[in-house]
């Protein structure tokens, strides 16, 4: 969460977030709470019972700033930005992509192209666990297609285990 918290610190042009796994919530406040003029459109399956309850909590602290699409990231993600482009709304890059959904395979190579799609070359993709633990079966093999590819660029790695 302080990563989060810094990262958009440092770069106030981060100001349209799409994140892909919602959960409690958690990642979502964390850039609301950042700055007043973050936007973040959440995409989660919706597997558990605590996910709305986490949406109206997050509507109640960050009114206005926050969407919550209940779907499968793999095909919500490429209707997402159809939709924008049918609406007259911008479906341009966002700023920032946060990938934190299904982490088998082939299901983080397919976020993370879908992802691509709706990213500038300003765009900042975050994905998480990219780890031993918990990325083996297809996080870590869709990160490092896509850096040996050139399709995205190494930043930082950054680890909440000391």
């Known amino acids: 969460i302080q990563y989060y918290l810094e990262l958009l610190y440092k770069n106030p042009s981060i ?3 799409v994140e892909i796994g919602f959960n409690l919530g958690v990642s979502a406040a964390a ?10 459109v959440s995409i989660d399956i919706g597997a558990h019972a605590y996910v709305l309850p986490a949406k109206r909590n997050i509507d109640k602290h960050f009114p206005g700033r926050h969407s919550l699409v209940v779907g499968d990231s793999t095909t919500t993600v490429p209707f997402l930005k159809e939709f924008f482009s049918g609406t007259g709304a911008s479906a341009g890059p966002v700023d920032l ?16 192209s879908n992802a691509l799609a709706w990213c500038g070359p300003e765009t900042y ?23 040996s590819a050139g399709t995205v660029r190494f930043v930082e790695h950054k680890s909440s285990v000391s």
């Open 15 to 17: 100001k349209r977030i």
């Open 31 to 40: 850039f609301l709470a950042a700055r007043p003029d973050t936007h973040v």
């Open 97 to 112: 992509f946060m990938i934190d959904g299904y982490h088998v395979e082939p299901v983080p190579r397919i976020d993370l």
């Open 125 to 147: 993709i975050i994905v998480d666990d990219v780890c031993e633990a918990w990325g083996r079966e297809g996080v870590n093999d869709a990160v490092r297609d896509a850096l």
